[in-house]
C-alpha cells in the first residue's frame, strides 16, 4: 500500500458577528493551495488563520496579510511551525509587510479625497492585532510500516486563542493550545504590525504536532466557536452539527446556524473562521 491511496480534503467558512458585514470581518483565512473544498489533496498543506483584534486599527486588514503570510512561509518552510529561528523569521518578515501595505492604504485613501483624519493616523501608530494560528500537513512516508495505514503528519502554532480540535471517529482526541473553556480570556496573545521583539513573539507562542489516520479530521476555528464547541453539554452532538457544513456552498446555512446559536446565547456574537481538513484512504 502507498501514501497514493490516502487524500485530504479542506473547506473554510468565514461568517460576521451579527450587525456587521463579510467586509467588516475581523476574522481571516488563508489556506493553501487553492483548490475547491473537493478536490483530492495529496501534497502539503498549510493554514493560517486569525482573530483581529477590534480595539485595534485596521484589524481585519492585518488578519488577512498575517493569515496569508504564515500559510505562505509554512508551505516554503516546513520548520515555521516548529518554531525557533524560523518562527523568528517568518514573525520578522510578516511584520515587514505592514509598512508599504499601509502606505498603499494611505495613498489610495488620499486618492479617493478620504485622507486619514488626526485621530486615525494616533491609533495606527499603535499597531494593528490579531491572534495567530498556522498548521502544516504533510504526507507521513514512514506511517507503513507498522500499521500499513496512510497517514498524515500536522504540526502546529499558535499565539492567542484561535484553536485546533483533532477528532478521531468525530470524538476530540486533542485541543490546541486552549485545553479548557475556562481558559478563554478577555486578553489573549497578540501579534502585533509592529511588533519588531520576534523572540518575544516566538516565547509566547506555543507548538505541537500530531498524526492523523482515515477518518480522522483537524478542525481549526477562532476563539467564539472554539468556547462553544469546549463547552457544549453534548460534544459528541455538537461536533456532529459542524460536520454539517462541508464546502463553500454551506455558507448561508453555516450562518443562519450561527444565528441560532447566538439567539439562544450558546454562541458569543463575533466573528467566526471555521477550517475543516478531512483525511480520507486506506
Avoid at 467558512?13 to 476574522?27: I, N, R
Avoid at 518562527?87 to 494611505?106: D, G, I, M, N, R
Amino acid at each position: 500500500m502507498t501514501t497514493s491511496t490516502s487524500c485530504v480534503y479542506v473547506t473554510h467558512l468565514v461568517a460576521p458577528k451579527h450587525g456587521s458585514t463579510e467586509a467588516e470581518c475581523e476574522d481571516a483565512v488563508a489556506v493553501l493551495p487553492g483548490r475547491p473544498h473537493d478536490y483530492m489533496l495529496r501534497e502539503p498543506i498549510t493554514a493560517g488563520v486569525c482573530d483581529g483584534a477590534t480595539e485595534s486599527a485596521l484589524a481585519k486588514d492585518w488578519a488577512r496579510l498575517l493569515s496569508r503570510a504564515a500559510a505562505e512561509r509554512a508551505m516554503e518552510l516546513p520548520d515555521v511551525v516548529s518554531g525557533g529561528t524560523p518562527f523568528e523569521e517568518f514573525a520578522s518578515s510578516a511584520v515587514a509587510q505592514w509598512e508599504p501595505w499601509l502606505v498603499q492604504y494611505t495613498q489610495t485613501r488620499h486618492a479617493e479625497g478620504r485622507p486619514l483624519k488626526w485621530y486615525e493616523h494616533t491609533k495606527l501608530a499603535e499597531g494593528a492585532y490579531a491572534t495567530l494560528l498556522t498548521v502544516r500537513v504533510d504526507p507521513d512516508p514512514d506511517s507503513h510500516a507498522d500499521t500499513m495505514e496512510p497517514a498524515w503528519r500536522w504540526r502546529a502554532a499558535a499565539l492567542g486563542d484561535s484553536c485546533l480540535f483533532h477528532l478521531h471517529d468525530n470524538r476530540l482526541v486533542q485541543a490546541f493550545p486552549v485545553a479548557a473553556v475556562e481558559e478563554f480570556g478577555t486578553t489573549p496573545h497578540l501579534f502585533g504590525s509592529r511588533n519588531h521583539d520576534v523572540a518575544l513573539l516566538a516565547r509566547r507562542t506555543r507548538f505541537t504536532e500530531g498524526r492523523c489516520r482515515s477518518g480522522d479530521r483537524l478542525l481549526l476555528m477562532t476563539d467564539a466557536l472554539a468556547a462553544w464547541l469546549m463547552s457544549a453539554p453534548d460534544q459528541e452532538d455538537a461536533v456532529s452539527q459542524l460536520l454539517e457544513f462541508a464546502g463553500p456552498d454551506d455558507l448561508d446555512g453555516f450562518k443562519d446556524w450561527l444565528t441560532g446559536l447566538r439567539d439562544c446565547r450558546q454562541l458569543r456574537n463575533d466573528d467566526v473562521a471555521f477550517v475543516r481538513i478531512d483525511f480520507e484512504g486506506r
